[in-house]
């Protein structure tokens, strides 16, 4: 079993509708939850970070975490098809400067 | 935010020749850095953890000997490709760890694309 898992995909959405990616991690000591947007042919960019359970909202992006269920998601409202790309959920101990990476699931919005 | 350089953005080289990447935080100082290495349509993979003053600690199968990393100040890491063949082309990304206000948050660089002739 992988530590952060993710569904590959590709998931695929028309425009303007709700994007839901999921991820699950399996260490209970995780405090810290992180998700890098990659677009094809360039490197990772953090684009959201989420320490408590509940929900953080960033414009069109929201984080939401269930440490219980060691659970985390990012919804993107609106998407736009500028929102095509791999993205990649990432957990750490806080403390640890390694965080460890899901594989990414691959989004594609149609117009 | 934090920014991370890297350079160069490309490279090609022959077969048998060695080759640098610099990694450089700009705006803070990070005691630990990564080097992943990035296959066309596949996920990242850690090649090795850098931290400053410090041997690097290399991820298993990955050739210590092949991939010398170095780090030598708090904003600079450097990885070099030995006697690279067609097999290390690759992307080649670094990042570095901010020590943020609740947590470590990990930045990476553009990349640097490689390819062995």
């Known amino acids: 079993q992988k530590e952060v898992e993710q569904n590959s995909g590709p998931l695929s959405v028309p425009e303007g509708a709700i994007a839901s990616l999921n991820c699950t991690y399996s260490?209970?000591?995780?405090?810290?939850f992180f998700w890098y947007r990659q677009y094809s042919g360039k490197s990772p960019e953090l684009i959201m970070f989420i320490y408590s359970n509940g929900d953080k909202e960033d414009g069109r992006f929201t984080a939401q975490l269930n440490k219980a269920s060691q659970y985390v998601s990012l919804l993107i409202r609106d998407s736009q098809p500028s929102d095509s790309a791999t993205y990649l959920c990432?957990?750490?101990?806080?403390?640890?400067?390694?965080?460890?990476f899901g594989d990414g699931t691959t989004l594609t919005v149609k117009p | 935010g934090a920014v991370v350089s890297q350079h160069p953005s490309r490279v090609i080289c022959k077969s048998g020749t060695s080759v640098k990447i610099e990694c450089r935080s700009l705006?803070?100082?990070?005691?630990?850095m990564f080097w992943y290495r990035q296959f066309p349509k596949q996920s990242l993979m850690l090649m090795a953890t850098s931290n400053e003053g410090s041997k690097a600690t290399y991820e298993q199968g990955v050739e210590k000997d092949k991939f010398l990393i170095n780090h030598a100040s708090l904003t600079l890491s450097t990885l070099t490709v030995t006697s690279a063949h067609p097999e290390d082309s690759s992307f080649y990304i670094c990042?570095?760890?901010?020590?943020?206000?609740?947590?470590?948050?990990?930045?990476f660089g553009p990349g640097t694309r490689l390819t062995v002739t």
């Open positions: 260490d209970r000591g995780s405090q810290s």
């Open positions: 990432a957990v750490n101990r806080r403390w640890a400067g390694k965080s460890t």
């Open positions: 705006d803070f100082q990070a005691t630990t």
């Open positions: 990042s570095a760890s901010l020590l943020a206000e609740r947590s470590y948050e990990q930045y």
